[in-house]
């Protein structure tokens, strides 16, 4: 593998009593889009402030584009992009002024036109940032730090307080950016937008790293038992199906039935069993569900504080 | 070379946007000429005995000028980089490769630009409404006292950053700050009319030094080239300590 753009090792930092990263060592690689999920509080924002130069660390080796970010210089500058927690836009200036300005602070920035279609402001390249939707100035702040052309994307909550129609908006726009072959690190409390957009999650709780994988993999969950869930009429016997499944467990969801969860790690064959024995006998399998542990049961689990 | 287009460049931004703000056209822009207006209409053409006999409206020209340049500075830097300090604009525009030095010297190049233009309309509106003279033989005084002046209360703004916590308080204490002083060194009430303890005491702050170095500029009664050196030196120390303070402790993240 090529060598990676943030390398962390052992990152420590306290605000007086309160420690608030407790040793954390990740490394992310050219062109991926990474993110750091946690509750509020984890310590997500702490550790990209010190990985964008912002705040000093107490302890650990860090690394980001071969520079350490506690002595940041003006050419690392140029190949860094951030977009803070929350909006940071001067209300007075349009779209197309506010690109302008900061594309004016690098030595080669992209097209500001470029980057008004790549966050699709295209429509409102001539209206003040102050009369903007959340979403569309978020877009803006992100156009903002895209205008230097850098390798490397931080986006700290670039989604929070967002209606689901804003939040798609903004997830299409961070995906496009896989195209331009950015390396983009994100932080974020919503599972849903980390499986959506990153190709690796490090969950985070508590300021430790408590599981790091593709979405897909998180806290081992190709090797935690899917669900299948199923009614059965009241009083069926159900010793037709003792074996199936690693656990099998019912309760009695009155008149209507009674209600069975098997937990498998071979939900195909156990399917088929089931199916099988409630065919041989004309049972009828309402609300018959297969279900996998989503990211987000892993992630309750996890950060369960 | 290029340090200096980027601080055109961020200038010509912070123009933009402080014409665009309503709150900053009208507190640095409107108020001292309606101040001038209202004074002048009030204390009408009298003349002052302890002055040599120079006009009221005469008197009110350099005072509504000190007026304007610490709006245009002090206030105005007070208020809108606490309020970009606040808002993140501060915290981002260190995350570019901006030199810190260009995104201030951006605002106060702005900051000086708008003292000189507010001094030549109050100095005009004299002129034209109210007969007061234009002091052509003593412009280089003018123009220094302007420059020593504008540059130092900048200073001062800057530092006062250091002491507002929040976007909320910025106004309050700016106000607290720069109104008693405007009374107390003779700025909205002739000279004449405040005791003399007032007036020494007044002397120890640099509202009251910066209007007696306009004063000598703009009064037809001076005599010679009408530099206040001594006051000019008070302003200037002021402003340096001023501009210490804010190096020292000058802050580019939010503190609310």
């Known amino acids: ?305 | 070379m290029r340090q200096l287009n980027l601080a055109m460049h961020e200038f010509r931004f912070a123009q933009k946007v402080f014409w665009r703000n309503p709150a900053s056209v009208f507190f640095t822009a409107l108020l001292p000429v309606l101040f001038l207006l209202i004074f002048a209409t009030i204390f009408g053409n009298d003349r002052i005995e302890e002055l040599d006999g120079v006009k009221v409206t005469t008197y009110y020209i350099p005072a509504i000028v000190t007026l304007a340049v610490i709006s245009a500075t002090t206030v105005n830097l007070a208020m809108n980089v606490t309020i970009a300090r606040e808002e993140g604009l501060l915290k981002r525009g260190r995350g570019t490769p901006l030199p810190p030095w260009v995104f201030i010297a951006g605002r106060v190049g702005n900051a000086i630009v708008i003292s000189t233009i507010m001094l030549i309309v109050v100095t005009l509106i004299g002129r034209l409404l109210y007969d007061a003279p234009i002091p052509w033989s003593r412009l280089p005084a003018v123009a220094v006292t302007l420059v020593i002046g504008a540059s130092a209360f900048c200073c001062l703004g800057l530092a006062m950053t250091v002491i507002i916590p929040s976007r909320e308080a910025a106004s309050a204490i700016t106000n607290a700050i720069t109104l008693p002083l405007y009374f107390l060194s003779g700025i909205f009430i002739p000279e004449n009319e405040i005791p003399d303890g007032v007036l020494s005491f007044a002397n120890h702050f640099p509202v009251r030094d910066f209007f007696e170095a306009f004063f000598t500029a703009y009064s037809p009664k001076t005599v010679g080239s009408g530099f206040e050196w001594g006051d000019l030196l008070l302003v200037a120390v002021w402003g340096l300590a001023g501009l210490v303070v804010a190096l020292r402790w000058f802050r580019w993240t939010p503190r609310s």
């Open chain 1, 1 to 305: 593998m090529s060598e990676p753009v943030i390398s962390i090792r052992g990152l420590r930092k306290s605000y007086d009593e309160l420690e608030a990263v407790k040793g954390i060592d990740l490394e992310i690689f050219p062109e991926e889009i990474f993110a750091v999920l946690g509750p509020n509080g984890a310590g997500k924002t702490t550790t990209v402030e010190i990985l964008e130069g912002y705040r000093s660390r107490d302890g650990g080796e860090v690394s980001v584009l071969g520079v350490d970010p506690a002595r940041p210089t003006a050419a690392w500058r140029e190949r860094i992009g951030i977009v803070l927690q929350g909006t940071t836009l001067e209300p007075a200036l349009t779209v197309r002024e506010s690109l302008q300005q900061y594309a004016g602070y690098y030595r080669d920035p992209r097209d500001v036109d470029e980057v008004i279609t790549l966050v699709g402001l295209e429509e409102q390249a001539g209206t003040r940032a102050r009369k903007l939707s959340g979403g569309q100035q978020r877009r803006l702040d992100v156009g903002i730090a895209l205008v230097g052309d850098p390798d490397l994307l931080f986006l700290d909550e670039p989604t929070t307080g967002f209606d689901p129609s804003a939040r798609r908006q903004a997830w299409e726009m961070v995906a496009g950016l896989r195209d331009l072959g950015k390396t983009v690190l994100l932080t974020t409390h919503y599972m849903e937008e980390a499986q959506v957009l990153a190709d690796r999650v490090a969950i985070i709780s508590s300021g430790r790293i408590v599981a790091l994988d593709t979405p897909d993999n998180l806290g081992d969950r190709r090797r935690q038992p899917s669900s299948i869930t199923f009614t059965v009429p009241a009083g069926t016997d159900l010793t037709g199906l003792a074996g199936t499944g690693q656990t099998l467990s019912h309760s009695d969801a009155g008149p209507e039935g009674r209600k069975v969860e098997i937990g498998t790690h071979e939900a195909v064959t156990d399917l088929n069993r089931i199916t099988g024995w409630a065919i041989e006998r004309g049972i009828d399998l309402e609300q018959l569900e297969v279900r996998r542990p989503s990211l987000e049961d892993v992630y309750l689990e996890l950060t369960d504080a």
